[in-house]
């Protein structure tokens, strides 16, 4: 028998982790238990606010921003994001974003790993 293919907006609720700088919403997960292969979520980072750099030793990820502005660094380099557009990052480096818009920035990330690692840069 197949496992249950449909999770409830109350249940991705109930995975949601706020920050100072804006939240995260958890969507597919191994943790969360309804993916085997993969990580989804939705980011949302608040109008001048930044997350702090981090990098995921054991995943690439994709960003896709739906909503709002964002300089983002990626190892050396910064990009300029605007609603619409894909950055990928690859396994181990570096990164973060700061909303840089008139709005708050709102995007869906993805990971090619169920057991998404957050490693903070130390200073």
């Known amino acids: 028998m197949m496992e249950q293919p449909v999770y409830s907006a109350q249940a991705m609720e109930a995975a949601r ?3 100072a ?3 995260l919403r958890w969507l597919a997960s191994g943790r969360i238990g309804n993916a085997e292969g993969l990580t989804l979520g939705r980011v949302l980072i608040r109008k001048g606010a930044e997350n702090p750099r981090h990098c995921h030793p054991n ?3 994709l960003l896709y921003l739906m909503r709002g502005r964002l300089e983002h660094t990626l190892g050396d380099e910064t990009y300029t994001l605007e ?3 894909t950055l990928r ?6 990164h973060n974003a700061r909303s ?3 709005e708050d920035a709102d995007m869906i990330v ?7 690692q957050f490693v903070l ?3």
Do not use: H, L, M, N
Request: proline share 6%; glycine share 12%.
């Open 100 to 102: 840089t818009g008139d």
């Open 89 to 94: 990052i690859p396994k181990g480096v570096f």
């Open 59 to 61: 995943c690439e990820e």
């Open 110 to 116: 993805a990971y090619d790993s169920a057991d998404r």
């Open 121 to 123: 840069e130390q200073p």
């Open 83 to 85: 609603a619409g557009d």
């Open 17 to 19: 982790k706020d920050e």
């Open 21 to 23: 700088w804006g939240s």
